[in-house]
């Protein structure tokens, strides 16, 4: 199976997990002209049955985790999960409350990480780029 | 509408509630350039007397703003402190008047104030939810912002035993706890 | 969902839970007739993160200011500003004037940032991508601009309680002048766009109606409060930072229409006027700006412990463009901790609004009147995911994920 | 309607490969336009776009991907409506003369038949819809049915008044030709029928009909089937991997189609008579390409540029604009083209 | 065989009588050996009309003259008219024929298992082959009172078929209705012939055809006549009794009642090609049936979206198709005094109305028989309490989609060839017509769609987790019918050839149906 | 007019230069790999991002040697992000859990501690070598680096 066309065809669903909204707009500024990821094939879907890649956003707070999970399964496969910002990569300031049960690699598989609080939307298409390399690899690694 | 100065308004609280008026303070600052002033007004009263306090601010403005209820714990006692704003829409001349008012551990509840204000409901939920405070007469008991399975009787604001238990405290990986 | 809600007449629509409404996420829980919305129940809380009570068991008020930040990623200059306003009046900390200053910028600057993001945003929610296209665009600018003066677009870590952190020096003043008439020369363009078009027109007119009574009742606050009439503006009413040496208004929609409806396309009139309002302000502020230093305190770790002698209660106010922030604050001497920290974000009273505003509209209108009281963004439409049984075959059970998503941590490809 | 003819074996043959071939090359143009058309509309957006290919791409993407058929949906109607709307689709094609050659099964069907033809991918969409049991696809699917049927009455006027007024002419051959065959639209030209006032009626018509196309297409301001803000998705938001697919590629083709439609009606012509060519491969060659640049307008302006210029409507006032609007506007184009028959 | 074919047409009619006689008889014995005689009889008269169809194709129209020495002899000696009773079955008749004896062979195998629980079955059957038998006197007669007398037959028993789950408190007002409605309209009948018999002395429609002079009162017996007809064939404005009688009767006589509106609507062109044809120079009546026609069409449909009662639901939209036949017929009405007009497109839009009625019989008893499936699965015929059922009830669900696209004319169904054969030809006496028939069959695709989503979409409800499929012999049933209506799609061009077009001449042709009876050589 | 204000102004935008830029290519490479190792051997340009102004604040850095352990740094951040170790007596700072607040670099008494311009910093593990800051050296722009000469050279802004 090639993943030569999946690679640059890619349709994102975007997850707030108790993010502060940073991360989340910072990944709609990456949609729009001044940096145009649709020159990606990238798009926004509304619905996870649609989408090849999570954009997760947040440090999973505990009413977010059966959602989480099920949106996960919800993504037919192939899927990846990048996970957009500290919060949800390591907690960020949120690291310590009543109320969490992230980092979002504890509950779903991630892929590729993107340090930033906001990471800049360039950084955001960097994480693109390493996703797409990953999943070259991949299919060389299966080759 | 008139408007009053802050020592006036504590004047008038006197008059309305005679005993039950506790005490008030005003802070004052100036700010930038033409030192203008910041003021805020805050104003104690006796828990019996609490909704005639807050009847008076009606009377002091019709519509008046209740930004928020804040309570602190202190150890035997509860502290509320309605945080309203009046004489808004006016150049220079809004205030905020904090209304405190204290509730000994052993009695933790306070009337609600939904009918003189409809929009207090929700800091009143939360009030309920985060500190234990049973506000009497709320019309929507239910939790507003923790989730349906938060145990029961544990309030997150609270720092003695009844704050959220221990073990539903996660530092996240990777980072010790305090 | 259960399967009543799904069931005919009138069922239940969910919306949300992933959308941040408030400081939180919100989930909505629509009754709906055909296509008209009978009720609305709103479940606040849906990704509550406990801030407050993070900045009540921190080490101490300079870390909270970042947490202050991070109440919200659109208004991260509000909350620390409120916040350090709080934190100065129980500490009796004055910060210098052109601190001051540089923080009414600041707060403007977010301020055209935020209502442009809004504008694009409400463009999409009724399906006008180009207009969100281009009000994204035009945002690019001052989002450079914030970069240029505080270091980021998003996150200006610019606070310190007892003034900033960064000057804004007269080198850099052309440079903002430069985007400033970008934005003036811009403005006619912008509300044409918004006001005139016709299809703008059709869908926002009438819709999402806040009566004045209402909104007054409601406590509603911000654009969302001066839309439906009421002059209402902390910038206007009790004046904070350089606001107070300036002359600022609250901006109704009758400067433009003439008279008030309370609807959307009242709320898109204020916010377009704030636009401009908030040009004017930045202009004044370079303008007036007094020398001197930014600091009260230069030291941070004499800051510190100035902070855990100081003891008091503050209460912080900054009109945030989406309403009032208010931040209430109490210290104790000898802990470095706030004692008690109490936020109420703009949110979370407007919130109490959106009933009243959905009520007998249809779900057509529900992203485009939900999103116009800006309850901080609006993904209302982020809502698959449903509490609905249609979880069909659990594809991997939780331990099993868990298992994953562990060996996917280490599993590195290099 | 006769399919018993003689030859059946060989007729049947010739359709079947024809059919095909057909297909294959209306689902790539097909895809190619969908391409230019996100690349014009990032254009005007200003933006870049994705590459012209970028449709392709999607396919063979959402091919490889799993296709999950959720708990509550009727399986057997939620799997076989992707597969009825790209059939019905790319039925359409064969209806339709294309590449400015007679339509393949032209001889069994006219512009009536295609005014259900077009119904049908629509209904396959809405039905599976409904199949999905969620929601959103359901308020979806119910929306899908309002809008086809608005915009079919503004529809039905336009096509049965240029047959009623091509008919006027050809009833009185002998034989009589049928005026809805697109072979005596494009030999009678409704443009050489009628006077002035006609011609007003006539671009009416046009009018009525680019807007229906848009609609059709289920694009901005039609869109509210699929409304992403709304209902996330709307119909589609059970489907995924290959059922997503082909209702993708149904949704292309049936732009393709309707677009061509527009060119079979109302601009019939060929370019080769024009300039004179005489071989026919060349002028083979010459029409198609002149086809495609036909299709290419109507594609411009009813879906490009009225998707980039306007908010999504309610579902309210899309019945408004056509049941209405609409209607209202293509009887006026029917009564002018009437009175022209008249004076 | 010839014998059997020249009798054929009498025994079409006495096969059911004589068997509606003996079901009491042979129900004492065993129930099954009911059903087997209920079908055998149907079967085989089914077969009959079949048979007699090839014989009208190749020798013409068949003459039955009841106690003649030759059952062609229609004119005793010594008289200028027919007296005797005469039977007279022409293309469109048999077309008639065709239709019923299939719908009813349908019905009948519904029934057993749709009315199985309850009482008074023998009694069902009986009154369901005298229905039959009214049923085939009314297309076959070739008599002006017979079709009366014919007509009773059919009122009182379908009314008492109607009427006949007494265990519903509304039945029994819908067979009220049913029988009050008949009652009037048989008077006028009644009235009618009065008058033209008073006149002319004679009954025989060929021989009135011959003679009748279109005098005023032949123009009052005319509109009495066709008050009478389309009131029970349930035309807009005179439609209101339609809903509540169709709905309640058990599903299998509602589709039996549809046929039977089709043939009041036969009898209506019989009065109008027939009886008075060429005298009806003018376009007016033509235009009377275009109009009420256009009403019926769209007034049906849009009453048909707010029922939620399935069977209301399907009778509004009964009354809208029958509205399509009014205009297709009619417009060949309103021309048939042009024969120019009437070779461009008049025959095309009377045979569009009359293949409509094939199809319409096939489909509507097909989707009349999914709502009694529905009825008899969930016990309620309210479709909002209804959902989720095509989870269970698959074979059900295939056959209303079936009909449904049949009905709502989507290519490549039967229910399309025919509306395209009306769109085809109206539009050049009308383009409102053709915009107004594509505009109805949207919106009954529309609604039909709304009922489909309620019925059998949705998640599955668990008040129905019970259901099953309905028993096999009402699966057959609909099957029979559904295999109508795909033997139809697939082969319309030799339909319309050899049943379609010939019913149409038939019609148009008032003078072979003239000869046929005097006797003249035409 | 009005109406079609919107549509003139879209058809206008057809044939003028998008807005965009195409950081790193303008379309996705066939071949992601292949292209980072043109870039890398200087046959192909990446093109660069939007460029950060001098204040921007990215991956920090550390000056190892000369840091105190005084722990100022790990007493004011708000994340935890900073670790100390306690056998060197010096800090190691997670950059996947760092805000970049840059309070650190504000407080650090000798000032070892600096924002850098760095922010493409996506990986594939939130513990790689080079986000778990231990030692940057003499960095380019850590003590050495002046308080921003602000003003000077800043880019214009990029669009019309
Ligand atoms: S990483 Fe930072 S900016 Fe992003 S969501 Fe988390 S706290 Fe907000
Ligand atoms: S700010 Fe208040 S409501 Fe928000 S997370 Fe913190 S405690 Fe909860
Ligand atoms: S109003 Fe919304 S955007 Fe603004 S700070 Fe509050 S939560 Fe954030
Ligand atoms: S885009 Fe992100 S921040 Fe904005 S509303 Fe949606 S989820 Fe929230
Ligand atoms: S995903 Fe949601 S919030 Fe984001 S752009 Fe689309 S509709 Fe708006
Ligand atoms: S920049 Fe801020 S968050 Fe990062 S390490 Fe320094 S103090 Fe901590
Ligand atoms: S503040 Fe500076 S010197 Fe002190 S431990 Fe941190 S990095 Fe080292
Ligand atoms: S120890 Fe005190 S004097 Fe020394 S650098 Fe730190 S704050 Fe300044």
């Known amino acids: 199976m090639s993943l030569k066309a999946f690679k640059r065809a890619l349709w994102v669903y975007h997850l707030n997990t108790g993010s502060c909204n940073g991360c989340d707009i910072e990944i709609l500024a990456v949609l729009t002209p001044r940096y145009d990821v649709e020159r990606f094939g990238i798009m926004l879907v509304g619905s996870p049955r649609h989408a090849d890649v999570l954009l997760v956003t947040g440090p999973v707070v505990k009413q977010m985790v059966p959602r989480v999970k099920r949106i996960y399964e919800q993504t037919p496969d192939p899927k990846l999960v990048m996970v957009v910002g500290n919060c949800g990569i390591e907690g960020g300031v949120f690291y310590e409350s009543y109320n969490l049960a992230g980092p979002v690699d504890q509950i779903i598989p991630v892929d590729v990480y993107v340090p930033g609080c906001p990471p800049r939307p360039e950084a955001i298409i960097h994480s693109v780029v390493m996703a797409w390399v990953k999943l070259e690899k991949a299919e060389q690694g299966v080759s | 509408m008139e408007l009053l100065t802050p020592e006036k308004i504590i004047d008038s609280f006197k008059t309305a509630l005679g005993d039950s008026f506790i005490d008030a303070k005003i802070y004052q600052c100036e700010v930038a350039v033409k030192k203008n002033k910041f003021r805020s007004l805050w104003v104690e009263v006796k828990k019996s007397a609490f909704r005639d306090a807050v009847d008076h601010i009606c009377h002091l403005q019709q519509y008046p703003h209740l930004a928020i209820i804040s309570s602190s714990d202190l150890g035997a006692e509860v502290e509320l402190i309605y945080h309203f704003t009046i004489y808004y829409g006016h150049h220079l001349e809004e205030l905020s008047l904090g209304l405190r008012v204290k509730l000994p551990k052993s009695d933790l509840k306070i009337p609600t104030i939904t009918d003189l204000i409809p929009g207090a409901l929700f800091t009143e939920r939360e009030t309920q939810e985060m500190m234990g405070v049973e506000v009497v007469g709320i019309p929507d008991k239910r939790r507003l912002f923790l989730p349906e399975d938060f145990p029961e009787g544990a309030y997150p604001w609270r720092k003695d035993e009844k704050g959220p238990p221990n073990d539903m405290l996660r530092v996240l990986p990777g980072r010790e706890p305090k | 969902m259960t399967l009543e809600e799904t069931k005919k007449a009138t069922y239940t629509i969910p919306v949300g839970p992933i959308h941040p409404a408030l400081k939180e996420p919100i989930r909505l829980a629509l009754s709906v007739d055909g296509e008209e919305i009978v009720d609305v129940d709103i479940f606040a809380g849906q990704v509550h993160r406990g801030i407050e009570w993070l900045g009540m068991n921190r080490n101490n008020p300079i870390q909270s200011i970042y947490l202050a930040e991070r109440i919200c990623g659109i208004c991260n200059i509000c909350h620390p500003f409120a916040f350090v306003m709080a934190v100065e009046h129980a500490a009796g900390i004055t910060p210098p004037a052109r601190a001051e200053y540089i923080r009414t910028i600041t707060a403007e600057m977010e301020r055209i940032h935020s209502h442009l993001l809004w504008a694009g945003i409400a463009a999409h929610e009724i399906g006008f991508d180009t207009i969100f296209y281009l009000a994204w665009r035009v945002r690019e600018e001052i989002m450079d601009l914030i970069e240029y003066v505080t270091g980021n677009r998003i996150t200006k870590a610019m606070f310190q309680i007892g003034g900033v952190r960064r000057d804004i020096t007269e080198e850099q003043f052309p440079r903002i002048r430069q985007s400033l008439d970008y934005y003036k020369s811009l403005f006619g363009q912008l509300k044409r766009v918004f006001l005139d078009d016709r299809t703008i027109r059709m869908r926002t007119k009438n819709v999402g109606v806040l009566k004045r009574e209402d909104a007054l009742k409601l406590l509603t606050v911000g654009p969302t409060a001066r839309a439906s009439g009421v002059p209402k503006d902390v910038r206007q009413d009790q004046p904070y930072a350089a606001y107070a040496d300036l002359d600022i208004k609250a901006m109704t929609p009758d400067m433009v229409s003439g008279t008030v409806v309370g609807d959307v396309y009242d709320r898109i009139i204020v916010r377009l006027l704030e636009v401009k309002q908030a040009i004017e302000i930045i202009e004044q502020c370079l303008e007036k700006m007094p020398p001197g230093p930014i600091l009260a305190q230069p030291k941070t770790a004499v800051l510190l412990k100035t902070l855990t002698q100081a003891e008091g209660e503050g209460i912080g106010r900054a009109e945030a463009p989406r309403g009032e922030v208010i931040h209430y604050v109490r210290l104790e001497a000898g802990q470095s901790t706030l004692a008690t920290w109490k936020v109420r974000a703009p949110t979370y009273v407007n919130l109490m609004a959106v009933p009243t505003i959905l009520k007998g509209m249809q779900i057509a209108d529900v992203p485009i009147a939900f999103a116009s009281i800006d309850p901080c963004m609006s993904c209302t439409n982020r809502i698959v995911v449903t509490d609905r049984a249609v979880g069909r075959k659990s594809v991997v059970g939780y331990e099993e994920l868990h298992r994953l998503s562990v060996e996917k941590t280490k599993e590195l490809p290099r | 309607m006769n399919l018993l003819g003689e030859n059946i074996w060989i007729n049947g043959v010739i359709i079947i490969v024809g059919s095909a071939v057909l297909v294959f090359i209306g689902g790539v143009f097909g895809m190619l336009y969908r391409g230019i058309d996100r690349k014009l509309v990032a254009h005007m957006q200003g933006r870049v776009g994705p590459p012209i290919v970028q449709p392709f791409r999607d396919v063979q993407k959402l091919l490889m991907k799993e296709s999950i058929i959720p708990d509550g949906a009727v399986s057997w109607l939620f799997t076989a409506a992707p597969f009825i709307c790209l059939i019905t689709s790319a039925l359409l094609l064969l209806y339709i003369p294309l590449f400015g050659l007679q339509a393949l099964l032209g001889g069994f069907g006219d512009a009536l038949l295609i005014v259900y033809l077009l119904i049908l991918p629509s209904l396959a969409f809405a039905v599976g819809g409904f199949a999905s049991s969620s929601p959103y696809a359901t308020v979806g699917a119910q929306r899908e049915m309002v809008v086809l049927m608005s915009y079919e009455f503004p529809l039905a006027v336009a096509i049965v008044s240029l047959g009623w007024r091509i008919g006027h002419v050809t009833t009185q051959l002998t034989p009589p030709a049928n005026p809805f065959m697109f072979s005596t639209i494009a030999e009678y030209p409704i443009w050489s029928l009628v006077g002035p006032l006609g011609i007003i009626g006539s671009l009416i018509l046009v009018f009525t009909l680019l807007v229906v196309t848009s609609g059709k297409g289920a694009k901005v301001p039609f869109d509210v089937a699929e409304a992403e803000t709304e209902l996330a998705g709307g119909i589609l938001v059970e489907y995924s991997g290959r059922n997503l697919c082909l209702f993708y590629l149904a949704d292309i083709i049936k732009a393709f189609a309707m677009s061509s439609l527009v060119v079979a009606l109302f601009i019939p012509y060929n370019l080769s008579p024009l300039v004179g060519i005489g071989t026919p491969v060349l002028a083979g060659i010459v029409d198609g390409l002149f086809f495609l640049v036909k299709v290419f307008a109507v594609m411009f302006i009813s879906m490009s540029v009225i998707r980039t210029a306007m908010a999504r409507f309610k579902i309210s006032q899309v019945s408004w604009v056509y049941i209405i609007a609409m209607t209202l506007i293509s009887l006026v184009g029917l009564i002018l083209i009437a009175v022209d028959l008249m004076v | 065989m010839d014998t059997l074919i020249t009798h054929s047409s009498i025994l079409i009619i006495a096969i059911p009588l004589v068997t509606a006689f003996l079901i009491p008889l042979v129900g004492m014995t065993s129930k099954k050996a009911r059903n087997a005689l209920v079908i055998v009889s149907l079967a085989f008269v089914a077969f009959l009309v079949f048979a007699l169809a090839k014989d009208i194709a190749i020798n013409g129209i068949h003459i039955y003259t009841l106690g003649a020495t030759s059952p062609d002899l229609t004119t005793p000696t010594g008289f200028m008219a027919p007296v005797r009773i005469i039977l007279e079955v022409d293309g469109m008749s048999i077309l008639m024929g065709i239709i019923w004896s299939i719908v009813s062979l349908a019905a009948a195998i519904f029934s057993f298992s749709h009315i199985a629980s309850e009482t008074g079955q023998n009694r069902f059957y009986t009154l369901l082959l005298l229905m039959v038998t009214g049923g085939f006197g009314m297309m076959f007669t070739g008599d002006l009172f017979n079709l009366f007398v014919f007509l009773e037959i059919a009122s009182i028993s379908g009314a008492a078929l109607i009427a006949f789950r007494t265990k519903f408190a509304d039945t029994q007002e819908g067979g009220f209705k049913y029988i009050v409605v008949s009652a009037i309209a048989s008077l006028m009948v009644l009235f009618a012939i009065g008058l033209l018999y008073a006149q002319y002395n004679s009954l025989n429609i060929g021989a009135l055809a011959q003679v009748i002079q279109y005098t005023t009162p032949d123009k009052i017996a005319l509109a009495l006549l066709l008050i009478a007809f389309t009131m029970k064939a349930g035309m807009v404005p005179l439609h209101l009794w339609f809903p509540d009688a169709y709905s309640v009767a058990p599903a299998s006589i509602t589709g039996m009642l549809v046929i039977t509106s089709h043939a009041c609507m036969y009898a209506a062109f019989r009065v109008c090609f027939t009886l008075y044809g060429g005298m009806l120079g003018t376009s007016v009546v033509g235009w009377i049936l275009i109009i009420f026609g256009l009403l019926s069409m769209f007034v049906g449909v849009t009453m048909a979206v707010f029922q939620k009662d399935v069977m209301r639901f399907m009778s509004y939209h009964a009354i809208s198709q029958l509205g399509y036949m009014w205009v297709g017929v009619g417009v060949g009405l309103a021309v048939l005094g042009n024969p120019a007009l009437l070779a461009t497109y008049g025959r095309d839009a009377i045979s569009g109305g009359i293949f409509h009625i094939l199809n319409h019989a096939m489909y509507k008893p097909l989707l009349f028989f999914t709502g009694g499936a529905l009825f008899y699965c969930t016990g309620t015929r309210d479709l909002t309490k209804m959902g989720g059922l095509a989870h269970k009830m698959k074979w059900t669900t295939i056959l209303y989609i079936i009909g449904t696209l049949s009905i709502s004319g989507i290519p490549p169904l039967n229910g399309f060839s025919s509306k395209i054969l009306i769109y085809e030809s109206v539009y050049q006496f009308h383009p409102i017509l053709t915009i107004t028939g594509i505009i109805v069959s949207i919106l009954t695709l529309a609604s039909f769609t709304k009922a489909f989503h309620s019925a059998f979409m949705g998640a599955e409800l668990p008040e129905y987790k019970e259901v099953k499929e309905v028993p096999r012999s009402m699966i057959i049933a609909m099957v029979i019918l559904a295999a109508g209506i795909i033997f139809i799609t697939l082969f319309p061009a030799l339909i319309v050839n050899w049943i379609i077009n010939p019913a149409a001449d038939a019609l148009i042709n008032q003078g072979a149906y003239i000869n046929a009876v005097t006797g003249a050589t035409p | ?160």
């Open chain 6, 1 to 160: 007019m009005k109406m079609f204000e919107a549509a003139r102004t879209i058809l206008k935008q057809l044939f003028l230069n998008p807005a965009t830029n195409k950081f790193p290519a303008k379309y996705a490479p066939a071949s992601t790999i292949q292209f980072l190792n043109s870039v890398t051997k200087g046959e192909l340009k990446m093109i660069p991002p939007v460029p950060v102004p001098s204040k921007f604040r990215g991956k920090i850095a550390l000056n190892k040697e000369r840091c105190t352990g005084c722990r100022l740094c790990i007493e004011v951040c708000p994340t935890k992000a900073i670790e100390f170790i306690p056998e060197e007596k010096k800090v190691k700072i997670f950059v996947s859990r760092c805000c970049f607040c840059a309070q650190c670099v504000e407080i650090c008494p000798p000032k070892v501690l600096s924002m850098t311009e760095e922010f493409l910093l996506a990986t594939y593990d939130k513990y790689a070598d080079e986000l778990v800051i231990v030692d940057s050296g003499g960095l380019p722009g850590s003590v050495e680096r002046k308080e921003p000469d602000t003003g000077a050279a800043e880019k214009p802004a990029e669009q019309s």
